[in-house]
């Protein structure tokens, strides 16, 4: 019998060993930005996601930028995918990560559009470095009360095995809903995740690689183990 996973995230991530159920828990409300920070040549356009460029899409005529630069193999691909070149995307799928690899001229000028929400620690990183950082604030992100009331329901069914989070939103969105559940099969990308769910004492177990791939193995390797 294969294990039922829920997936917290967007992506139609699909693996044959396992039963997936994609229940994101989160939606997006796109925010408007001043129009004007498009009229000014910057060196890197970079992104930290792939919901950030399908946002910025529109606007990407619109502004004057050197090289893209991305986190995440993911936001890398869906890059390629619309005719965009990736000149950066660091092996580890991290702020962190990002930071620790990235390296350019002093000064220059970066463009960073994402979620209003985001943790500050890239931009705040780039400025140390002594980049100049435009973030926009393209969209804030909102709970998908539906599917986190459906998912909810199926726990209390008996009907799955494991839930991963790959974002603290996500983690924070579960647990502040008014509906409780008894539920301790966690699994999690990040360890900023990891630690957002340990604030709402639960445990998780933390895939060995910031993908769903990886996330996936460490749940089969816990069900092959335990029998979860």
Sequence with gaps: MRPVIVMTQTSEFLKEDVCILHKPFISVEPLTFNLNLLNVHYDWLIFSSKKAVELFQPF???VNYNKIAVIGEKTAAYCTSIGLKVSFCPNDYSQEGFLNTF???KNSKILL???AAARPILENGLIEQNYSV???NLYKPVPHTKH???VKMLIEQGEIDAISFASSSAVRYFFEDNQKV???NYFVIGQQTLDTLNHFQKEGIV???QTLDALVNKI???WEENAI
């Design 207 to 209: 895939a060995d690689k």
């Design 134 to 136: 435009q973030k926009i």
């Design 103 to 105: 390296k350019t001229q």
């Design 60 to 62: 990407l005529a619109k």
């Design 220 to 222: 089969l390797e816990s």
């Design 182 to 184: 008894s539920f301790d």
């Design 113 to 115: 559009p994402s979620s």
């Design 148 to 150: 986190i009331k459906h």
